[in-house]
């Protein structure tokens, strides 16, 4: 059966009142109430993603019984392609000083370890499909009980069906409750966090809260900060199809009624005129779909099927135009060729196809997504340092988080754009490199570039110094030839005396 759908975006849990073991029932009844109507929306946009469209509803006509339901699950294959085109690779964790390289590399290790990129992918698509998604980031059981594992921290993608987190009516409207339930054996268990304090908390019956709620476990949050985290697909908490459902709805509506009309004239109904079959006749029709007719002499006799068949172009032209409208309210490119020839360059393709239009939607996809990841990124460094696991020096301010897509397309552009920003001297190589989206990690491929330069440099001066000493050594080598051949000369002159061409010779000498 396929849920009904109240409203479009989900409705945010805001209420005003200050958490604590007095009041924190009466904030979970008031907050539970919000959260069964977004639970309610969040079920249909869930399964209108898997298949189940508004289209199986749809009743049989009395008139001729047929009635195909066809999906065309433009659904799925926009969240996919949203999906994979703006987190297709892991993020990656920049950092702002070098300094701390050690640290965010411990961190790196941390995050890759825990498979983050493929929680990020479960909340991402979750958070597509229905406007928000939660992360949550905990210590591991080892660490609290006292003992030190390799990895002390572990990451996870709650259900946003059981998941849910209150909203303070404050500037800026701060997280004050955090909230994931589950059932077993009749009961519900819901874990509840603030910054300071965790509560656990049974209630009578499955998927539910009433009055029988009780606190059963409380404890001070060793973390000191709230370990789950609200992901957001936009300002109003919608999903990526969610504002373009009625032209899905047009689309299946179309497809389904083409199938009808071949239906149609498949069981299109035969008429005869001028005769009369039997019953033996008629099924011998049925069955061998061979009609025999023999009528009076001299009576017309005719047999035919009516039906009537949709205009085949104007309905293909509806199609397309639906298709063409619901990609451009996605902002999805179009795999249709809309002109264009050989000499098109990649950006003419990129703006003419729609490419243009998803990197749009990605640039604001991971805004929101970034400020999830660094208040999950400031859970995790709180725990290292409090574990000693990373220094006391480090500071979320001092990280960034960068989503990295596919920097080679155009690599030759780029590269002259990059040349011709260098060549006026007036540009730092950073902001060139920003400016031609060469890399995410400007600071880390500049330092990497310095060094790897400055060490080539280093090694071509001490090759040249060792060129010269050699060139030195050589030269007084020689020095040191002629010196003997020349005292092999004077030795190996005959004794003629102290004349005087004897004496003029060894002068010469």
Not at 208 to 216: M, W, Y
Not at 322 to 346: H, S
Request: glycine share 6%; proline share 2%.
């Amino acid at each position: 059966m396929l849920e009904e759908k109240i409203g479009k975006g989900r409705r945010r849990i805001i209420i005003d009142a200050e958490i604590n073991r007095n009041t924190i029932l009466n904030v979970l009844t008031k907050a539970w109430g919000i959260h069964c109507l977004n639970v309610t929306d969040m079920k249909y946009l869930i399964n209108y993603y898997k298949g189940s469209q508004d289209i199986e509803k749809r009743t049989t006509t009395y008139t001729s019984g047929i009635n195909e339901k066809v999906t065309l699950n433009y659904a799925y294959s926009s969240v996919r392609d949203i999906i994979g085109y703006t987190f297709g690779k892991p993020a990656q964790l920049i950092q702002r000083k070098v300094k701390n390289r050690k640290d965010m590399e411990k961190i790196a290790d941390i995050l890759e370890y825990e498979n983050s990129a493929l929680a990020d992918h479960e909340t991402a698509t979750l958070t597509a499909i229905t406007g928000v998604g939660y992360l949550c980031t905990l210590p591991t059981e080892e660490v609290l009980a006292d003992y030190m594992p390799d990895i002390p921290v572990k990451i996870n993608s709650l259900d946003n069906l059981t998941t849910f987190c209150v909203q303070s009516p404050k500037m800026g409207n701060p997280i004050i409750l955090s909230c994931t339930y589950y059932s077993y054996n009749n009961k519900t268990y819901f874990l509840c966090f603030t910054d300071t304090e965790i509560y656990k908390i049974e209630c009578d019956g499955k998927f539910s809260l009433n009055s029988n709620a009780k606190i059963i476990e409380y404890d001070i949050n060793p973390i000191g900060l709230n370990p789950i985290t609200m992901v957001q697909n936009n300002q109003f908490l919608m999903g990526d199809f969610e504002v373009a459902i009625s032209v899905l709805n047009a689309l299946n509506l179309i497809a389904s009624d083409s199938v009808n009309d071949v239906e149609n004239v498949i069981q299109s109904l035969l008429v005869i005129i001028n005769a009369e079959l039997n019953k033996e006749n008629a099924e011998k029709v049925k069955e061998n779909r061979i009609l025999e007719l023999v009528g009076e002499i001299g009576s017309n006799v005719d047999a035919k099927f009516i039906y009537q068949q949709l205009d085949s172009l104007g309905i293909q032209n509806l199609r397309e135009y639906f298709e063409e409208a619901y990609k451009t309210i996605i902002g999805i490119p179009d795999r249709k060729t809309r002109g264009g020839g050989g000499g098109d360059t990649g950006d003419a393709v990129k703006l003419r196809d729609g490419w243009a239009d998803i990197e749009i939607v990605a640039r604001i996809k991971e805004s929101y997504f970034k400020v999830a990841k660094k208040k999950q990124l400031a859970v995790i460094i709180n725990i290292l340092q409090r574990l000693n696991y990373i220094s006391d020096k480090i500071k979320l301010v001092d990280l960034d988080i960068k989503f990295s897509r596919n920097k080679n397309d155009n690599l030759q552009t780029k590269a002259q754009s990059y040349s011709t920003i260098i060549s006026t001297k007036t540009i730092a190589p950073e902001d060139a490199l920003e400016m031609a989206d060469m890399t995410t990690d400007v600071t880390e491929v500049i330092t990497r570039g310095e060094t790897y330069w400055n060490k080539k440099q280093e090694n071509q001066n001490q090759n040249l110094i060792n060129n010269k000493g050699a060139d030195s050594q050589q030269g007084d080598n020689n020095n040191e030839d002629k010196n003997a051949q020349k005292n092999n000369l004077v030795s190996n002159e005959p004794n003629k005396g102290s004349d005087d061409k004897t004496v003029k010779v060894r002068e010469n000498l």
